[in-house]
């Protein structure tokens, strides 16, 4: 193989980018080895992406519950609870999320969802809701494990698990909610998503 087909392959070496050591070669023929033995189906939806080093990283899902509906109101929300090591969220943690979370709703009615994720390094309260197409949210931090949540940095958003349910509550909401009929929103709270801990993606697709 050229120096430049190997750098047409692996874009984060630029294209046409001289391979100097024979070192480099052999560690690219062996990368391109595994990458050619995993299956075909198995590929992308197992989350193997090509690094800056031309490496498998296999990204995970976290355990993600789905705790019903809660009213906060004139708001009708769904709970979701994502856990770091698996556990689940405590009937406690959850209880104070949901309290702290009606005093950062505003005036009027609709739907939205709350995440309560415990983290590694803090427990995150995310409360969203649905204004015609548009997606708000305040985003709250406890560092503690029994509640008092205050309000997280401006420029922080949501990690990447809870970005997977976030993506969830979009298709659902432009699927089921956006035309505001009463069955579209039933569609909606009624649709809701579970993860299983270390789960991949394409193992919750459809859900």
């Not at 197992?46 to 800056?52: N, V």
Request: charged content about 20%; glycine content about 12%; overall charge negative.
């Amino acid at each position: 193989m050229s120096a430049a087909a190997a750098g047409w392959i692996c874009p984060t070496w630029g294209l046409g980018a001289e391979l100097s050591e024979l070192a480099d070669l052999v560690h690219f023929a062996d990368f391109l080895v595994e990458l050619l033995s995993v299956p075909s189906s198995r590929r992308q939806p197992r989350g193997a992406r090509l690094a800056y080093n031309c490496a498998f990283v296999t990204f995970t899902l976290r355990r993600t519950d789905f705790h019903g509906l809660v009213v906060a109101g004139e708001w009708r929300l769904k709970l979701y609870a994502i856990s770091a090591d698996g556990q689940g969220v405590p009937e406690q943690l959850r209880d104070g999320a949901v309290e702290t979370a009606r005093s950062h709703l505003p005036a009027g009615s609709g739907c939205g969802f709350l995440i309560v994720h415990r983290g590694e390094d803090a427990t995150w309260l995310l409360v969203h809701w649905w204004q015609g197409d548009i997606l708000c949210q305040h985003l709250l931090r406890a560092g503690g494990t029994a509640g008092g949540f205050e309000p997280a940095e401006d420029h922080l958003f949501a990690c990447v698990w809870e970005l997977h349910v976030i993506d969830h509550e979009r298709r659902s909401w432009a699927i089921n909610g956006l035309d505001g009929s009463p069955e579209g929103l039933r569609r909606y709270l009624g649709d809701a998503m579970t993860v299983q801990a270390g789960a991949f993606l394409d193992e919750t697709a459809g859900r």
